[in-house]
C-alpha cells in the first residue's frame, strides 16, 4: 500500500546537543538515514545487492533462531500470563538497548539499526544480521559494523549477549490471534512500555511547568502527527489563554514560530511520528535558534528529532499494520495537559467557567 508521496529521505545528520527524556534514555548522534516506508507506515528496505554475510548466518542456524513476527499466545489463564510477561520482557529489553547504545557516537546508519532494535525490543535478541537489515532498511554489512562499534567481535556477539540478558521465560506458540488482534496486544505493549516509562514522572511534570508558562504556546505536527498536535491544542485551548497550532508546512511556518517569539512565547511543543518530515526537523531548529525551549513528543529516543529538542519524550508507536498507530504518543499528550494544568493556578477555575458557558449553552446532548 502506498502513502502520500513523502520524500523517503530523513533529515540530514547534524547533531546537536544531547536532550533530556523520559525512560532513561538519551538520543545518540544526530537523525538516522533515509529509508523506505510510506507516511505513518511501515519502514521498508532490504539488503544492498552484493553484500556478503559475515559469518553470523551459520552460527545463528545453529544455535536456533526466533522469527521477527511471533503468535502471541491465547488460551484462558496462559493467555493474559503470556500477555504480561512478554510486556515485561519487552520494556525490560527496551531499556536494556537504550542503555547500551548510550555513550557511542554512532553513524546515521547505525542510528537506523538501534532505533529498529529499540522498536522490535521482544525480538531482537532473536533477529538474525540479515533479518534486522531488512528491518531497518540497511545492508547486513551495516549491523556487523554496528555491532562492532558497540564494542563487540561482530553480530553473533552482539546476540548473544542480549539473550544473555534477556528473559529466559518466553511464552510458547500455543496458538496466535490474527493480524488485527495482533496489532492491539502491540499497542497495549506500548502502553506497558510508556507506563513503566513514567515511573519518574520529573520530565513530564517539567514540559508542564515549561508549556504552562509560555504565553502564547505553539504547538508543532505535521503530517502524520497532526491529528497528535491538533487534540492536545484542542484541550490545551480549554486551560491555557494563548495556544496556537502549528499544522501546516511551507515558508509560512517559520513567519507563525516568529509571530509566536514576538507575541512572548518561551516554548515550542512538537509532536513527531514516522515519517519525519524535514520540515519539522527545520522548525525545530528555527524555534530553537529563536529562543524557544523545545519540548518534543516522539516515538523513539532515535527519532531524527531527537538532538533538536531540549526535552524529549518518547511514546512507541504501533507498527504492525499498514499505518503506525500511535495510542500511546496520544495518551503521553493527554498525561502532559495533565502536568500543564498542575503548572496553571488558574486551570481549575477555567474549566469551571467553560462547562458552566457550556451548559447555558446547551453546547452538549447529554
Known amino acids: 500500500m502506498s502513502g502520500d508521496g513523502d520524500n523517503g529521505n530523513d533529515a540530514g545528520g547534524t547533531a546537536g546537543d544531547e536532550p533530556r527524556d523520559i525512560g532513561g534514555g538519551h538520543g545518540i548522534g544526530g537523525p538516522h538515514d533515509g529509508g523506505g516506508g510510506h507516511d505513518g507506515g511501515v519502514t521498508g528496505g532490504g539488503v544492498t545487492d552484493g553484500d556478503v554475510a559475515d559469518g553470523d548466518v551459520a552460527d545463528e542456524e545453529a544455535q536456533g533462531r526466533v522469527g521477527a513476527a511471533r503468535g502471541v499466545q491465547t488460551g484462558p489463564e496462559a493467555a493474559a500470563a503470556a500477555e504480561t510477561g512478554t510486556a515485561a520482557a519487552e520494556t525490560g529489553t527496551a531499556a536494556r538497548l537504550q542503555k547500551l547504545f548510550e555513550g557511542h557516537r554512532l553513524t546515521p546508519t547505525q542510528r537506523r539499526i538501534a532505533h529498529c532494535m529499540v522498536r522490535r525490543a521482544a525480538d531482537a535478541p532473536f533477529l538474525s544480521s540479515v533479518e534486522l537489515a531488512e528491518l531497518a532498511g540497511v545492508s547486513q554489512p551495516s549491523v556487523t559494523r554496528f555491532a562492532v562499534a558497540l564494542g563487540f567481535d561482530g553480530y553473533p556477539a552482539l546476540r548473544r549477549h542480549l539473550r544473555e540478558v534477556a528473559p529466559t521465560d518466553k511464552p510458547g506458540d500455543t496458538g496466535s490471534?490474527?493480524?488485527?488482534?495482533?496489532?492491539?496486544?502491540?499497542?497495549?505493549?506500548?502502553?506497558?512500555r510508556l507506563a513503566a516509562a513514567l515511573a519518574d514522572p520529573s520530565p513530564v511534570s517539567e514540559a508542564g511547568r515549561l508549556l504552562a508558562a509560555s504565553r502564547p504556546l505553539p504547538v508543532l505536527g505535521l503530517r502524520a502527527a497532526t491529528a497528535q498536535a491538533a487534540g492536545f491544542s484542542y484541550f490545551a485551548r480549554k486551560v491555557h489563554p494563548d495556544v496556537r497550532l502549528l499544522d501546516e508546512g511551507g515558508t509560512m511556518l517559520a513567519d507563525r514560530i516568529d509571530a509566536a517569539v514576538r507575541a512572548g512565547a518561551s516554548a515550542l511543543l512538537c509532536f513527531a511520528l514516522p515519517r519525519h518530515p524535514r520540515e519539522v526537523v527545520d522548525a525545530l531548529d528555527y524555534a530553537r535558534t529563536a529562543g524557544l525551549t523545545v519540548v518534543t513528543v516522539?516515538?523513539?529516543?532515535?527519532?531524527?528529532?531527537?538532538?533538536?529538542?531540549?526535552?524529549?519524550?518518547?511514546?512507541?508507536?504501533?507498527?504492525?499494520?499498514?499505518?503506525?498507530?500511535?495510542?500511546?504518543?496520544?495518551?503521553?499528550?493527554?498525561?502532559?495537559?495533565?502536568?500543564?494544568?498542575?503548572?496553571?493556578?488558574?486551570?481549575?477555575?477555567?474549566?469551571?467557567?467553560?462547562?458552566?458557558?457550556?451548559?447555558?449553552?446547551?453546547?452538549?446532548?447529554e
Open 177 to 192: 490471534y490474527n493480524e488485527y488482534q495482533q496489532a492491539v496486544q502491540a499497542e497495549i505493549d506500548n502502553l506497558r
Open 298 to 365: 516522539a516515538d523513539s529516543a532515535f527519532a531524527p528529532v531527537a538532538h533538536h529538542t531540549d526535552l524529549l519524550l518518547p511514546a512507541p508507536v504501533g507498527t504492525g499494520l499498514a499505518f503506525d498507530t500511535a495510542c500511546a504518543p496520544m495518551l503521553l499528550g493527554r498525561v502532559l495537559l495533565e502536568a500543564m494544568c498542575d503548572a496553571l493556578p488558574d486551570a481549575q477555575a477555567r474549566l469551571e467557567e467553560f462547562d458552566a458557558g457550556a451548559a447555558a449553552r446547551g453546547l452538549f446532548v
